[in-house]
């Protein structure tokens, strides 16, 4: 049972939480350095390698058959970890700002929901499966935080690289809407029959 622990999907998962503080220590070193363009990189960098491994763990872990309760547990975490920390060190620096905060609160409030509703309806033996949807969602938000990351530093390399992810994320905040409000209404049912 150890090894299923040390399992090349479980290191995967395990490294996009440690990718988290490094990403973090990215946004405080572009505060001190002259240039701020290698933190932001760093940063992006950072994070679509973390965005990578989340695809490749589930994926490893299906075909080579090492699923385990530890990855199980740690995927959802390790993702919204990534996702909640970045968004928020962006509104820290201002890169999401004004309304735009409105599209990372509702990414984050549906985060929160879901995952309590499917922590409930665990316990009631009812499985909610991801929906396509809601994969196209998770990957319109990962594109829309790269671009963010990238922001200013971005903006030498690709103009409106900053104006593209809010954008996109507030594409994503309203795909998030209908997808947290489906799952809902599937929760709802079992909560009512309940």
């Known amino acids: 049972m150890a090894s299923r622990a040390y399992s090349i999907p479980n290191l995967l998962t395990y490294a996009r939480i440690v990718a988290v503080p490094l990403i973090v220590l990215c946004f405080f070193i572009e505060g001190r350095l002259e240039s701020s363009d290698f933190a932001r990189w760093t940063a992006l960098v950072l994070f679509a ?4 491994t989340d695809y490749l763990d589930g994926y490893l872990a299906r075909i080579w058959n090492q699923t385990s309760n530890i990855g199980r547990m740690l995927d959802p975490i390790a993702d919204k970890l990534l996702v909640a920390s970045v968004l928020l060190l962006m509104a820290a620096d201002g890169t999401i700002a004004g309304w735009t905060i409105w599209a990372a609160i509702i990414i984050l409030c549906r985060e929160i929901l879901v995952s309590g509703l499917r922590e409930y309806l665990a316990d009631l033996k009812v ?44 594409i994503a905040a309203l795909i998030t809407m209908y997808t947290g409000y489906d799952y809902f209404r599937v929760g709802l049912k079992h909560i009512v029959d309940e």
């Open 49 to 52: 390698v973390a965005s990578i």
């Open 127 to 170: 499985s909610v499966p991801v929906t396509r949807i809601a994969k196209w969602k998770t990957a319109i938000q990962m594109f829309a935080i790269a671009f963010l990351l990238a922001g200013p530093a971005g903006e030498q390399v690709l103009p409106f690289t900053t104006e593209i992810g809010i954008t996109l994320l507030w």
